[in-house]
């Protein structure tokens, strides 16, 4: 009987290691990846669902140009398979370091292909997300790279990108329709992040901060007088920056100040939010 049982436990236990070594539990943990601001995870997440796990570096609230991560957060990086990079200028500062704890970190540039604008001052606008143009390009970079890391999970990146696929094709018809009337119109930004926006639906952005600083009150007066010309109604301030210099704007335009937060994980509500009320004011 004893020896009976023991064959019993050695074929189980051979039948679990087998199992536990076929390619199934093999891939069975989620793929660990970062990412620098919450509008990719709306990317990652959608296309990988429960086989990615996805890290934020810079977290809800906070500004990219000064984050710093914590000892913690570098602690990730030790073990992360993969960083999804968007282009903004924290990356510059910190890739290296991430590579530095891990070697092996594969970094993947998710804006590649992007169509860019230059800043009159030099250099790109970095705010590529705020465009369902450029987030097709972005969700087939993050697709294509999610099936190199892990193939075994491939028919669910396929559905998982058709998904998202289908909610940026909605916030654009959406979005057409609602600000055909505003084409040419003027709308004011505290801080430049709407240019992709502006560029996609035929507005124009006039930014408050000016290379990245407080406007002098030369500067400010020369906006206002543009943003009267042109007759302007929204000045549109974010949770991440100081809004004095914008509600004074908007005092002397007869603006409304609306905050949008375009670093929301909620990508496609930000777009439409934001699509709703330069629409009502476009009237």
């Known amino acids: 009987m004893r020896k009976v049982l023991q064959v019993k436990w050695l074929i189980i236990g051979a039948f679990w290691t087998t199992l536990c070594l076929s390619p199934y539990f093999a891939s069975a943990a989620p793929l660990t990846v970062a990412v620098s601001i919450e509008p990719q995870r709306f990317l990652v997440e959608g296309i990988g669902g429960d086989a990615v796990k996805v890290f934020t570096v810079v977290p809800p609230g906070s500004e990219p140009h000064s984050y710093e991560p914590s000892p913690k957060e570098m602690r990730f ?17 910190w890739v290296d370091k991430f590579m530095g704890v891990n070697p092996g970190l594969r970094v993947i540039p998710m804006d590649k292909g992007v169509d860019r604008i230059l800043l009159p001052h030099g250099g790109y606008d970095p705010h590529v997300w705020l465009s369902t143009k450029n987030m097709r390009i972005m969700a087939a970079n993050t697709l294509n790279s999610l099936v190199k890391l892990d193939p075994s999970h491939k028919d669910q990146f396929m559905a998982g990108y058709k998904r998202v696929i289908e909610r940026i094709d909605r916030v654009e018809k959406i979005l057409k329709g609602e600000l055909a009337r ?102």
């Open 77 to 93: 990086f030790s073990e992360a398979e993969a960083y999804f990079t968007v282009g903004i200028c924290m990356e510059r500062v």
């Open 182 to 283: 505003c084409r040419g119109r003027a709308f004011v930004a505290e801080h430049p992040a709407w240019g992709y926006f502006a560029r996609e639906f035929g507005m124009v952005q006039l930014a408050v901060e000016k290379e990245g600083r407080r406007p002098t009150t030369r500067e400010l007066l020369e906006l206002v007088n543009k943003a009267k010309s042109l007759n302007t109604k929204v000045v549109l301030i974010e949770p991440q920056f100081s809004d004095r210099a914008a509600k004074v704007v908007a005092n002397e335009i007869g603006a409304k100040v609306v905050k949008s937060d375009p670093l929301s994980p909620k990508w496609d509500n930000v777009m439409l939010q934001l699509g709703r009320v330069l629409s009502k004011l476009c009237q």
